[in-house]
């Protein structure tokens, strides 16, 4: 990219400099996230957009350089933000991306309460937008961070965010390099078990669905327990309790057999006679670590 005369363009810009900021919308150690807009020399702004910068000191931040490759090589995403730049800038990675405009899925609950007609309206969405991530970037890129507060829903729209701990899969190694994620929702193999591959996804999303039905943070006791609360429908418990398993060989290999049994088991709880959980009646087939990218 050396030669792109775009790049060059904004070089020559000092673009840092021309984003007035217009909101700081979280400050951490390692990261600060701005909402910007760019304003030219006549004083006309175009935005809003996000801009986060994290410091070169961390290990963060390398997979929105793979979005940003993505997007300018012509691909198009329905369920994730558009980067616009990523460049490197006084010590810092500097990233500006689309504002994506909304309430995150953890108001977007709480305003309406969870329920399986809350599930199956949005969790095939999600399961989307996290199968662009694992397919249609290049290696299959592992979000590792997936928590109602980093998806935001506008309407029939859903997008995920907040990309600064994700990582490319890649085939062999022994582990990640770096143990982040949120408790409630990373497997046990983010925490130094193994490497996480698409299997780690396909745990957070279990536990994203446990949150659409029941409004409630899961802990330990909820995947110990097998899911037996009495507002998760007993049709999906088999589901839950297989993308959550433990080891990740015992889980869906892939989002998009997750999403499918997702569906199987709505369909089948809908229909009149016996109901069944589809998911506990599938053997599990073989894994495939990284969606059988490298």
């Known amino acids: 990219m050396e030669d792109d005369p775009l790049l060059t363009y904004l070089n020559a810009l000092a673009r840092d400099e021309c984003y007035r900021v217009e909101a700081v919308l979280k400050v951490a150690p390692h990261e600060t ?23 070169g000191d961390a290990p963060l931040g390398s997979a929105y350089r793979l979005l940003w490759g993505a997007w300018r090589a012509g691909r198009r995403f329905r369920h994730l933000p558009r980067i616009y730049d990523v460049h490197e800038g006084d010590g810092e990675l500097i990233v500006v991306m689309e504002y994506v405009a909304g309430r995150t899925l953890r108001d977007e609950v709480y305003a309406r309460d969870g329920s399986l007609a809350l599930a199956a309206e949005l969790f095939p969405s999600l399961c989307d937008g996290v199968i662009e991530l694992h397919e249609e970037v290049g290696a299959p890129l592992i979000h590792r961070d997936l928590k109602p507060s980093n998806v935001v829903v506008n309407g029939p729209v859903l997008t995920i965010i907040d990309f600064g701990i994700a990582r490319a899969f890649r085939a062999g190694a022994p582990h990640d390099t770096t143990h982040f994620g949120t408790r409630s929702y990373a497997p046990p193999e983010q925490f130094g078990y193994g490497q996480t591959d698409v ?40 589901v839950l309790q297989r993308a959550c398993a433990f080891d990740p060989a015992a889980r869906f290999s892939s989002v998009r057999e997750l999403k499918a049994a997702f569906l199987a088991s709505v369909a089948a709880s809908a229909a009149p006679g016996p109901t069944m959980t589809v998911a506990a009646s599938v053997a599990p087939g073989p894994t495939m670590a990284g969606s059988g990218g490298a």
């Open 33 to 55: 996230t701005e909402v910007v807009s760019f304003v030219g020399a006549n004083e006309a702004a175009l935005g809003p957009f996000v801009r986060k910068r994290i410091s």
């Open 199 to 238: 299997r780690s996804d396909v745990y957070a999303l279990g536990m994203i669905l446990y949150y659409l039905l029941t409004e409630r943070d899961p802990d330990p006791s909820v995947a110990a327990g097998g899911f037996a609360a009495p507002d998760v429908p007993p049709c999906l418990r088999g």
